[in-house]
């Protein structure tokens, strides 16, 4: 990782932001799509699991965006 710091604009800041925005959005819907998936063990395994990883990639991207904007990274400018 480089020592640049990245403004709220940053194409790599709006991408982290929208990858965690979207897998967050998903793991609320994922109540339905189990309840939906009665019945069906192997369809609400597969859910599950990507819940889990929908959650996973959540973490991360808040972690990475952390990083970025340590050390007041995210400014005006």
Excluded: N, W
């Excluded at 709006?14 to 939906?36: E, R, S």
């Excluded at 859910?47 to 995210?74: K, P, V």
């Amino acid at each position: 990782m480089t020592s640049e710091t990245h403004s709220p604009a940053d194409d790599l800041v709006y991408d982290l932001v929208t990858i965690q925005y979207h897998a967050l959005k998903a793991a609320t819907a994922y109540a339905t799509y189990l309840k939906d998936a009665e019945g069906h063990d192997d369809v609400k395994q597969f859910l599950t699991q990507c819940q889990e990883q929908d959650s996973q990639r959540a973490l991360q991207c808040h972690q990475l965006l952390g990083a970025l904007t340590a050390g007041g990274g995210l400014s005006a400018s």
